[in-house]
């Protein structure tokens, strides 16, 4: 496995340890890769009202916003168990923004950092509305 991809991995696993998940008891840790070379780390972090949790990638995404930067080049989810972690519905359309129409790797690890599948932003959302759409309709 490449350094980098284990440095991804790795700041996930941090992150997912340091989660407030007290309500589900599913801590997920997320990294994001921008292609500016820099990575975020985010977790999910619940409360007792327990829709308003915020996820792991939301967590993420808003911190490399927040650095200033924009461009998602890759995003690593690890969950706590053997089971694939993918991306809730929002927060595939909250990748979807910064990762562009044609998609960015995104992985998928167990608890422990194996990789249990290998996918893309685009594949996990297809036919995805996104800022082009917007722009297309202003004219
Ligand atoms: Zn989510």
Do not use: W
């Not at 915020?54 to 690890?78: D, F, Q, Y």
């Not at 929002?90 to 950092?113: H, L, M, N, S, W």
């Not at 194996?114 to 685009?122: M, Q, V």
């Amino acid at each position: 496995m490449a350094t980098d991809m284990k440095a991804l991995i790795d700041a996930a696993i941090k992150a997912r340890d340091a989660a407030y998940a007290p309500y589900s008891n599913h801590p997920v840790g997320a990294a994001v890769l921008t292609t500016d070379g820099s990575v975020f780390a985010g977790a999910n972090v619940e409360n007792a009202a327990y829709p308003l949790g915020t996820c792991a990638e939301a967590g993420a995404i808003s911190a490399m916003v927040l650095a200033g930067e924009r461009e998602i080049a890759h995003v690593v989810v690890v969950g706590p168990g053997e089971a694939t972690c993918t991306p809730c519905g929002g927060c595939r359309q909250k990748i979807r923004e910064f990762a562009g129409p044609a998609g960015k790797p995104i992985t998928i690890c167990d608890k422990d950092g194996n990789i249990l599948l290998e996918t893309t932003s685009a594949e996990l959302l297809p036919h995805a509305f996104g800022p082009e759409n917007i722009d297309e309709a202003k004219g």
